[in-house]
């Protein structure tokens, strides 16, 4: 992982560093809706208000994520004109590599360069666009979200902390299995397309067919370890909103708490899921282009020198 993102460094630092600094910006943000809508709440509640207070707490929070969505915007279109720039320098690399492979060594594998060219450099491009700044806003939005609702409810805030660790430690475990799938995946995919490329295909139909079987099969196990982790990850989600509500009625009830501090902190956890979610993808995100990396660094082109 760390050469993945040495070699992403190293194409485009500092643009990056631009990304990163928009992502802060955005997680700085990312609390200060969830304190206006506890103020008006409590506005509301108290009985007694101006409907000018109202309209400047509304006035002021819809500016808030104006300012935010405009940040987002700049970063998503920065981030994605960066992907498509790296893309595009990884397919001149890999057909300025095999042009001279092909002059020195002669024949070489078009089915994998291909394949390559197509698929893997475009997926490893556009995490590149978003590989620093998308983790530094959404880490940012977490720590954003659970200080303000630990510093209103302390109680409420270890909820929110208690229900996103064992998410960490589900997703690090199936994550492997997964990986190792997908690895295995693109040399079925680059086998097939070789073995297609290179003789008549009468020749070759068993074993192409073999191959889609085994791409099949790995794609089969991979949907039921994302599907029963995404399961798993919902449920803690359930059960965190769940404990909020009844753990703030308590609170509310016993004169520890106001209700605007609860709805914040039940708004909280909804926000909370949405980087949460995006943590994750990005994780296997991450894990997955570590493992495209890998495979595009010792892709051989060469025919005599292949395994296959």
């Known amino acids: 992982m760390f050469q993945l993102y040495g070699a992403i460094w190293r194409i485009s630092g500092r643009r990056q560093i631009v990304l990163i600094l928009l992502s802060v910006a955005i997680a700085a943000l990312a609390a200060a809706p969830l304190k206006f809508q506890q103020q008006i709440v409590n506005l509301?509640?108290?009985?007694s208000f101006a409907a000018s207070q109202l309209f400047l707490l509304g006035g002021g929070m819809m500016g808030v994520v104006l300012l935010s969505l405009g940040l987002k915007w700049l970063m998503g279109y920065r981030s994605q004109i960066l992907g498509e720039d790296v893309i595009r320098i990884i397919r001149k690399r890999l057909l300025s590599g095999a042009a001279d492979e092909e002059k020195s060594r002669g024949d070489i594998l078009t089915g994998t360069l291909s394949t390559a060219i197509s698929a893997e450099a475009e997926e490893l491009g556009k995490f590149t666009g978003s590989a620093f700044s998308e983790p530094v806003m959404q880490i940012g939005t977490l720590v954003s979200v659970i200080g303000f609702v630990a510093s209103t409810q302390p109680g409420l805030g270890l909820v929110a902390f208690l229900m996103i660790a064992p998410q960490i430690v589900i997703v690090l475990f199936t994550q492997g299995k997964v990986n190792a799938l997908l690895a295995e995946r693109v040399r079925l995919l680059r086998h097939a397309t070789d073995q297609i490329t290179a003789t008549e295909l009468q020749a070759v139909v068993n074993l192409v067919l073999e191959d889609f079987d085994g791409i099949y099969d790995a794609r089969r196990t991979m949907f039921k370890w994302k599907l029963s982790t995404k399961f798993l990850l919902s449920a803690i989600n359930g059960a965190g909103t769940v404990?909020?509500?009844?753990?703030?009625?308590?609170?509310?009830?016993?004169?520890?708490?106001?209700?605007?501090?609860?709805?914040?902190?039940?708004?909280?956890?909804?926000?909370?899921?949405?980087?949460?979610?995006?943590?994750?993808?990005?994780?296997?995100?991450?894990?997955a282009s570590r493992v495209k990396f890998e495979l595009l660094r010792g892709l051989s082109l060469h025919k005599n020198s292949d395994s296959n």
Not at 44 to 47: A, E, I, M, Q, V
Not at 243 to 266: C, I, P, R, S
């Open 44 to 47: 509301l509640t108290d009985g």
């Open 243 to 287: 404990t909020v509500f009844m753990l703030g009625g308590v609170l509310v009830l016993q004169g520890q708490t106001d209700v605007g501090t609860v709805v914040a902190a039940t708004m909280g956890l909804s926000r909370l899921q949405g980087p949460t979610t995006f943590l994750i993808s990005f994780y296997r995100q991450v894990s």
